[in-house]
């Protein structure tokens, strides 16, 4: 899983930077047409693979509602999912309104600019593959955690300075607390459960993702009425939550 989320991680940071490149110097238009060929090139690949994969001899049609909130609301995993949704709203909060106020700080800023303001990424893939090490020097995966939001927090709480070159060091680690909060909590859902795993991680996914996709828009209406720093306050007010959530994950 954590391999997984390094690689998931790559395609985000080169989609930022590349991104960056081919719109200042292409336009923005340039960045669909090479993500459409991307596609393209990906369906052979995919295709090449589809007999690896081994189907069920019986597919039901039906989804198993009861099995999946069992799922989502027991103990531990309601805890580690209700950490992701905060994680992950966070996350795409900062990401995707951090343009809007380079911009507002710093005028001239370009789509290039911008784009290296993610290099931060490398941090969150560097530690995807690196955090059952970590986890083992810490020993388990809640100090893990712990430390991982720990650091997201410290990191988050930087946003408020008005400086490009601290924003631009700020995202390294505020990527590596998230990143390995990320890599350890669906890793350690998969070592705790040993029955229905495909719906313990498609409850995971579907949560994580719930949250990006809240916390691209909400977070928004709070930075265009109130502010950056009240829009920084509400996000970690959010974070205490995921870090409570954690801190209650049985030792």
Known sequence: MSYYIAFTTIGGLLGRVIGSVLATFFGWQACFQVMAVSLLLVIPIVYFFLDDIVSPKQLSNKLPLK????????????????????????????????????????????????????????????????AIKIIKLLGDERKTLLLGLSCYAFFLVMFIIPNLLLIFI?????????????????????????????????????????????????????????????????LLIMLFVSIYSSFKLSK
């Open 170 to 234: 700020v995202m390294f680690g505020f990527c590596s607390g998230m990143f390995l909060v990320h890599s350890v909590s669906s890793g350690y859902l998969n070592k705790l459960t040993t029955t229905q795993k495909s719906l313990v991680n498609g409850a995971y996914i579907s949560i994580y993702y719930s949250g990006g996709v809240l916390g691209s828009y909400l977070p928004g209406i709070i930075y265009k009425n109130f502010g950056w720093e009240f829009f920084i306050v509400c």
């Open 67 to 130: 099995e999946l909130i069992e799922i989502v609301f027991e103990k531990t995993n309601k805890k580690i999912y209700l950490s992701v949704f905060c994680l992950f709203f966070i996350f795409t909060a900062i990401t995707n309104f951090l343009p809007f106020r380079i911009k507002s700080l710093y005028a001239e800023s370009t789509e290039l600019t911008i784009g290296f303001i993610y290099s931060g990424y490398i941090t969150g893939i560097a530690i995807s593959f690196i």
